[in-house]
Each structure stands twice: as C-alpha cells, then as structure tokens.
C-alpha cells in the first residue's frame, strides 16, 4: 500500500484489527488473510490512519469517516438523556452481523464510534460468562445480559471495558472490548 493507494473500506478494517491484536491476535491474523493483507499493509493503514487524526488541518471525525466508508448505509435518530443524537452505521465486511456506528451530537460532534450488532441481525444468547466468545458480542449486548453492568475506562483509546457479575456463581468479572467488539474476560 503506498501514499497513492486510496483508504477505504479495507485499509479502516485493517485499522480496527491492528488495535485488536494486542487481545486476539490468533483472530487478527485469521481476518487479515481473509482480507488478502500483509502485516506490513497493516501497520502502514494504522500509521496513515494515525496521521489523518493528528493531521493539524485535517478533516473532522465524521467527514474522516465519510471520506473513508462512504455514505452511511443507515442513519438513526436516538435519544441519549435529554439530548438528540444522530447514529450513522456503515458495513463492516469482516462481521456482516456487525456495524461500524458513529453517534452525532448537535453541530454534528462525534461522541462515539464502535462496532454494534447490525439491526435486525441476531445478537448472541449471553446467559452465563462462558457464553462470552471473543469477536462474538458488543458492550450494549453485554451490559443487557449482565446488567447491571458498570462501564469502567478502558485501557487505551478505542477500548472500553465493564464490571459484571456472573449470574450463577456471584464472581465479578471485567469484560474488555476493543472498538466494541468483546475481546477477553478477567477476574476483577
């Protein structure tokens, strides 16, 4: 991938898995193949990715979005406390069940961006902590099946992580998840 090379689609994919790799590297490895990318198309669409964010004239977060998936496949209006906010969702063809959500506030300021279960597609059946398969949940579908779950800071930028408790045995456990997407359970 060169400087010339456009960034879409595959390259930002390429971006969510680099940060994945510190968790699931078996499952990055897997999925980068399956994108046909090397190791080093990797990290050059994690370092032109990194420089689009710190460029100091660089575009905004959603138009950096657009200009890299598109136009949204979907747009949802939603509620969060006594604010409006706009999701838009777009595809993400390594988890077809799966979309790359961006919420809008007023004056269109991104406030988040993750991975989220696509609508309509079946989330997992989350009922005990060994149903928490990596690759296989969000934070929402988490912190429904375990509620009440308590939304903790995440390691690093793009991470978030919550406090649950197994239904069964009473153990508080830390789910993590990197861009959304559950990646490991620990003992808390």
Known sequence: M????????????????????DHRPG??????????????????????????????????????YRSVLGEPESS????VGD?????????????PDLR???MTGPGGAVWNEWLVRAPGAAAPALHTVEDLLPWSCTVDEVARAFAPARPMEGSAPTRWA??????VTGEPYVAEFTWGLFQRLLPR
């Open 76 to 79: 949802l209006r939603r509620t």
């Open 2 to 21: 060169t400087a010339a090379t456009p960034f879409g689609p595959r390259e930002f994919q390429l971006v969510l898995l680099r940060r994945m790799a």
């Open 27 to 64: 499952l990055v490895e897997d999925a980068r193949h399956e994108l046909s990318a090397t190791l080093a198309e990797m990290r050059e669409a994690n370092r032109r990715w990194q420089a689009m964010l710190r460029a100091p004239r660089g575009r905004g977060s959603l138009r950096r």
């Open 162 to 167: 919550l406090a649950i408790t197994a239904p």
């Open 83 to 95: 604010l409006e906010c706009d999701a838009l969702l777009w595809p993400v063809p390594l988890w």
């Open 100 to 102: 790359f959500e961006v």
